[in-house]
């Protein structure tokens, strides 16, 4: 008898053990062992066991190993999540098999030898079968689904506890974020504010919704808040960095003339758009959408112009505001020399504008829907075996459970989106389906986007240098690892699950909008790598700049307004103090958003950084390396970015490779 040494590796995830019966078949390309009970009793959460198989013959090449559970009389049926079973031949090979996943059925499961191998280099049929049948089963656990006409499709589920076990949150994971939401909310009823529809009488009064629970930056936004250089500074570094741009030809809607505003050291308007010293922000997708109604009261949402100058200081400060787009004698253009009040309302509507852009395009749309459609067509597509799989799994990590959640808690009809802000509802999904006729490939690789916003040269424009640092050096990886694979563009063209895979993108996440520009198909190795690029990036970086900011410009509710329930002023003089606080959200309202907004912006103790790889789903040398490269890399970015922190007035830490998560998980 021929004895092979079986080691199973189980996760120190909570609750990663089992009692039930774990069986386990090894299959080479000269035969397969029997079917082999292994003792459920040694299978513990972060347990080492080993066993041994006896066969009469050699297996050959092993080629993949089946698993499957059951569970005995009186035992519960509780899921296991191994991570890896390794093991040595009488020939004294060793062979590993990653698995990083819960078994929570009674099937038999599948998991091939750790070598990374494309659909091409399957030589033995065994191999075949078993990538066909891999993708048959995800197929029928990751449906598509329609949530809303005009939005990239979602997984189908009936709810997160309904997704299969291994896209779920840890036990850790969810304990932390059902008790963060408790928490928020009980201290909300503890000072009876989730209930109180009156306006706020004295903005000092806000401070108390959550006085035990600031950030540094929250406290300085509350200070100067009012303050236009913040005000510029929140669009280049603040949660809504993705919207300005330069301006070197006023669009013929928003009439603002030399005379109009002041420009220093005797220069005007005309010279300033020549010096490419003038910015734009225009929220043309925001035009014609109706507000909200909250408690039977109609709410505001505008779509306006916004004009900076980049002032001999270096600071970029607003210098007109139109609140329309359509230019009339009722949409006065509001400027810096106006009232105290007429200024700081314009700025308000602004504010709560961008509060809507930002979440459901920049936040919502660019990084949670798309992260979610990229992690469903990899599940549905890609086996476990492809190196495109191993390469951006850790990149999809807790992302379908979060978006569960958010369709539910958030923009689901009980949603607090839906219920409080003013482009809840109907008005939402209006949003969501203009954007993405909006969205182009090029607006989601940062480089182009950057280029073709003009903003290569802004000083103080943190987001864009980090974003720059980050992107060259994840490009950098995937070049490599995708090159150690793809030699040649005819391997990429030959790859018929990488083919299947970008269809199944442009499909269900572009809803095969051709304007978008996003690659159907791949016909190069460069092609490949870009796209995998944006991919990681998307679900990492972009996701941190737009979603940890939130509480440090949110908590401070007069900075970031989720809806206003006065219209627009439509001619100059009529504001006031009074005025300013009838237009802000009442109480409740205002309490329910900050909450919103707390929540999403926790960190886990399970998070995960970028570059940090506690699954080794590769196994051969190189790509290990690489991983390891990557990850030495974003540390000595790490440092470089806390220096530059250190002498700045607010230090711009969201792209902090530290601060980035591996995937959307919040």
Request: aromatic letters at 10%.
């Given at each position: 008898?021929?004895?092979?040494?079986v080691?199973?590796?189980?996760?120190?995830?909570?609750?990663?053990?089992?009692?039930?019966?774990?069986?386990?078949?090894?299959?080479?390309?000269?035969?397969?062992?029997?079917?082999?009970?292994?003792?459920?009793?040694?299978?513990?959460?972060?347990?080492?066991s080993?066993?041994?198989?006896?066969?009469?013959?050699?297996l050959?090449?092993?080629?993949?190993?089946?698993?499957?559970?059951?569970?005995g009389?009186?035992?519960?049926?509780?899921?296991?999540?191994?991570?890896?079973?390794?093991?040595?031949?009488?020939?004294?090979?060793?062979?590993?098999?990653?698995?990083?996943?819960?078994?929570g059925?009674?099937e038999?499961?599948?998991?091939?030898?750790?070598?990374?191998?494309?659909?091409?280099d399957?030589?033995?049929?065994?191999?075949?079968?078993a990538?066909?049948?891999?993708?048959?089963?995800r197929?029928?656990?990751?449906?598509w689904?329609?949530?809303?006409?005009?939005?990239?499709?979602?997984?189908?589920?009936?709810?997160?506890?309904?997704?299969p076990?291994?896209?779920?949150f840890?036990?850790?994971?969810?304990?932390?974020?059902?008790?963060?939401?408790?928490?928020?909310?009980t201290?909300?009823?503890?000072?009876?504010?989730?209930?109180?529809?009156?306006?706020?009488?004295?903005?000092?009064?806000?401070?108390?919704?959550?006085?035990?629970?600031?950030?540094?930056?929250s406290?300085?936004?509350?200070?100067?808040?009012?303050?236009?250089?913040?005000?510029?500074?929140?669009?280049?570094?603040?949660?809504?960095?993705?919207?300005?741009?330069?301006?070197?030809?006023?669009p013929?809607?928003?009439?603002?003339?030399?005379?109009?505003?002041?420009?220093?050291?005797?220069?005007?308007?005309?010279?300033?758009?020549?010096?490419?010293?003038?910015y734009?922000?225009d929220?043309?997708?925001?035009?014609?959408?109706?507000?909200?109604?909250?408690?039977?009261?109609?709410?505001?949402?505008?779509?306006?112009?916004?004009l900076?100058?980049?002032?001999?200081?270096?600071?970029?400060?607003?210098?007109?505001?139109?609140?329309?787009?359509?230019?009339?004698?009722?949409?006065?253009?509001?400027?810096?020399?106006?009232?105290?009040y007429?200024?700081?309302?314009?700025?308000?509507?602004?504010?709560?504008?961008?509060?809507?852009?930002?979440?459901?395009?920049?936040?919502?749309?660019r990084?949670?829907?798309?992260?979610e459609?990229?992690?469903?067509?990899?599940?549905?597509?890609?086996?476990?075996?492809?190196?495109?799989y191993?390469?951006?799994?850790?990149?999809t990590?807790?992302?379908?459970?979060?978006?569960?959640?958010?369709?539910?808690?958030?923009?689901?009809?009980?949603?607090?989106?839906?219920?409080?802000?003013?482009?809840?509802?109907?008005?939402?999904?209006?949003?969501?389906?203009?954007?993405?006729?909006?969205?182009?490939?090029?607006?989601?690789?940062?480089?182009?986007?950057i280029a073709?916003?003009?903003?290569?040269?802004?000083?103080?424009?943190?987001?864009?240098?980090?974003?720059?640092?980050l992107?060259?050096?994840?490009?950098e990886?995937?070049?490599?690892?995708?090159?150690?694979y793809?030699?040649?563009?005819?391997?990429?063209?030959?790859?018929?699950?990488?083919?299947?895979?970008?269809?199944?993108?442009?499909?269900?996440?572009?809803?095969?909008?051709?304007?978008?520009?996003?690659?159907?198909?791949f016909?190069?190795?460069?092609?490949?790598?870009?796209?995998?690029?944006?991919?990681?990036?998307?679900?990492?970086?972009?996701?941190?700049?737009?979603?940890?900011?939130?509480?440090?410009?949110?908590?401070?509710?007069?900075?970031?307004?989720?809806?206003?329930?006065?219209?627009?002023?439509?001619?100059?003089?009529?504001?006031?103090?009074?005025?300013?606080?009838?237009?802000?959200?009442p109480?409740?309202?205002?309490?329910?958003?900050?909450?919103?907004?707390?929540?999403?912006?926790?960190?886990?103790?399970?998070?995960v950084?970028l570059?940090?790889?506690?699954?080794?789903?590769f196994?051969?040398?190189?790509?290990?390396?690489?991983?390891?490269?990557?990850?030495?890399?974003?540390?000595?970015?790490?440092?470089?970015?806390?220096?530059?922190?250190?002498?700045?007035?607010i230090?711009?830490?969201y792209?902090?490779?530290k601060?980035?998560?591996?995937?959307?998980?919040?």
């Open positions: 008898m021929l004895h092979y040494e080691i199973v590796y189980t996760g120190h995830r909570v609750c990663s053990g089992t009692l039930n019966h774990v069986h386990i078949k090894l299959v080479g390309k000269d035969g397969e062992s029997h079917r082999t009970s292994l003792s459920s009793l040694r299978i513990g959460g972060g347990s080492v080993t066993y041994t198989i006896s066969c009469p013959k050699s050959g090449e092993l080629i993949l190993i089946e698993l499957d559970k059951q569970h009389y009186l035992m519960p049926d509780d899921a296991w999540f191994p991570n890896k079973v390794e093991i040595k031949s009488p020939e004294g090979v060793i062979y590993t098999f990653p698995i990083h996943c819960w078994i059925d009674k038999t499961h599948r998991f091939r030898e750790g070598k990374a191998l494309r659909v091409f399957e030589s033995n049929s065994l191999g075949q079968y990538r066909e049948q891999e993708l048959c089963r197929k029928a656990d990751y449906g689904e329609q949530a809303y006409p005009g939005v990239p499709h979602c997984i189908e589920a009936d709810g997160p506890c309904k997704l076990h291994e896209v779920q840890s036990f850790t994971k969810t304990t932390e974020f059902g008790f963060t939401a408790i928490a928020a909310l201290e909300l009823e503890l000072k009876g504010l989730e209930h109180d529809h009156h306006n706020w009488k004295h903005l000092d009064d806000i401070k108390r919704v959550f006085c035990n629970k600031h950030t540094v930056l406290d300085y936004v509350q200070e100067h808040w009012t303050e236009d250089w913040l005000f510029g500074y929140q669009f280049l570094n603040g949660n809504h960095p993705t919207l300005i741009q330069r301006c070197k030809t006023l013929k809607n928003f009439p603002v003339t030399d005379d109009m505003v002041v420009i220093s050291d005797c220069s005007n308007l005309s010279n300033e758009l020549k010096q490419g010293n003038i734009l922000c929220y043309k997708n925001l035009d014609g959408m109706p507000g909200n109604i909250i408690h039977g009261v109609q709410q505001y949402l505008t779509a306006p112009l916004v900076f100058y980049k002032q001999p200081d270096d600071k970029l400060i607003p210098i007109a505001i139109q609140l329309k787009q359509t230019p009339s004698k009722d949409n006065p253009i509001f400027l810096p020399t106006d009232s105290e007429d200024w700081l309302t314009a700025k308000i509507f602004v504010k709560s504008a961008d509060f809507t852009e930002h979440q459901l395009n920049a936040h919502l749309l990084t949670h829907l798309l992260a459609v990229f992690a469903v067509s990899l599940l549905r597509k890609v086996p476990m075996v492809h190196p495109l191993k390469l951006l799994i850790p990149h990590r807790y992302t379908l459970h979060i978006n569960e959640l958010a369709r539910t808690l958030l923009i689901g009809p009980a949603g607090i989106f839906t219920q409080f802000a003013a482009s809840g509802g109907q008005t939402m999904t209006k949003i969501l389906e203009r954007s993405l006729s909006s969205i182009t490939y090029r607006s989601l690789c940062f480089p182009d986007d073709d916003r003009d903003l290569q040269d802004v000083p103080n424009f943190y987001y864009r240098d980090d974003g720059l640092k992107w060259n050096i994840i490009f990886f995937v070049q490599g690892m995708i090159q150690y793809y030699k040649r563009d005819e391997q990429v063209q030959q790859d018929s699950e990488l083919q299947i895979w970008i269809g199944d993108i442009f499909e269900h996440g572009f809803l095969c909008q051709q304007q978008t520009g996003i690659p159907q198909s016909t190069t190795v460069p092609e490949l790598v870009k796209f995998a690029t944006m991919v990681i990036f998307t679900c990492s970086c972009q996701h941190a700049a737009v979603n940890n900011g939130q509480y440090d410009y949110g908590a401070w509710m007069p900075n970031t307004p989720i809806t206003l329930q006065r219209a627009p002023p439509t001619e100059k003089g009529t504001t006031s103090k009074a005025t300013m606080l009838m237009t802000l959200p109480i409740n309202v205002t309490v329910q958003g900050i909450a919103a907004v707390w929540l999403l912006s926790r960190q886990s103790s399970d998070f950084p570059g940090h790889y506690p699954e080794d789903h196994t051969e040398r190189t790509p290990r390396q690489m991983q390891k490269d990557f990850k030495t890399e974003l540390d000595q970015l790490s440092i470089k970015i806390n220096e530059r922190n250190k002498s700045l007035k230090p711009y830490t792209l902090d490779p601060n980035v998560e591996n995937s959307v998980a919040i």
